[in-house]
T-cell receptor, first 114, second 115 residues
Framework: DAGVIQSPRHEVTEMGQEVTLRCKPI?????LFWYRQTMMRGLELLIY????????DSGMPEDRFSAKMPNASFSTLKIQPSEPRDSAVYFC????????????FGEGSRLTVL | AQSVAQPEDQVNVAEGNPLTVKCTYS??????LFWYVQYPNRGLQFLLK??????LVKGSYGFEAEFNKSQTSFHLKKPSALVSDSALYFC?????????????FGTGTRLLVSP
């Protein structure tokens, strides 16, 4: 199994630009999670999906952030417009039905907003 | 609400010595507890979990964790540390909200193993 695949691994952009981060979960997993990691705030859960439906987006910092999961094998996290304070590593993770909670994480997307 | 606390930002240990990374939890009902490790520039990797059964849980890379219900703790341990164990360690608890499961992570503890 290829694991959770995220792209891009690194993104450098200028303030005000749109950023789209992508995630392909492990095949057969029905829950998908987006996390953000910073030195100041640690690991924060932004949003999670179950069977492609957003369950809890209370961690999304503001309206500039949006996430979609159009099908079981793909999800996006979009920031528009981006700001320097959005600079962080964004992780996607997935887990399967009946799983006792073990999450499988991607390698992360490191975002730098100048 | 379900939560975990990792009281130490950093733990320093010499190679070959035993190590302990602390975690305490607060849950309603039976806890499902986890440890994850994060190496530099990598995603989190699952180490071990406690669901039920023996209080001593064995996991990857020689790590183990001891579940202590009376102390509401789930400390991570290893008898003999390696320099390669240096990483960021996260404790987590499974939370059930609105019928769905999610993991709530602690703030992380950086382990530094010196040669």
């Amino acid at each position: 199994d290829a694991g959770v695949i995220q792209s891009p691994r690194h993104e450098v952009t200028e303030m005000g630009q749109e950023v789209t981060l992508r995630c392909k979960p492990i095949s057969g997993h029905n829950s998908l999670f987006w996390y953000r990691q910073t030195m100041m705030r640690g690991l924060e859960l932004l949003i999670y999906f179950n069977n492609n439906v957003p369950i809890d987006d209370s961690g999304m910092p503001e309206d500039r952030f949006s996430a979609k999961m159009p099908n079981a094998s793909f999800s996006t996290l979009k920031i528009q417009p981006s700001e320097p304070r959005d600079s962080a590593v964004y992780f996607c993770a997935s887990c399967g039905t009946g799983n006792t909670g073990e999450l499988f994480f991607g390698e992360g997307s490191r975002l730098t907003v100048l | 609400a379900q939560s975990v606390a990792q009281p130490e930002d950093q733990v320093n240990v010499a190679e070959g010595n035993p190590l302990t990374v602390k975690c305490t939890y607060s849950v309603s009902g039976n806890p499902y507890l986890f440890w994850y490790v994060q190496y530099p520039n990598r995603g989190l990797q699952f180490l071990l979990k406690y669901i039920t059964g023996d209080n001593l849980v064995k996991g990857s890379y020689g790590f183990e964790a001891e579940f202590n219900k009376s102390q509401t703790s789930f400390h991570l341990k290893k008898p003999s540390a390696l320099v390669s164990d240096s990483a960021l360690y996260f404790c987590a608890v499974r939370a059930r909200e609105a019928g769905f499961q999610k993991l709530v992570f602690g703030t992380g503890t950086r382990l530094l193993v010196s040669p």
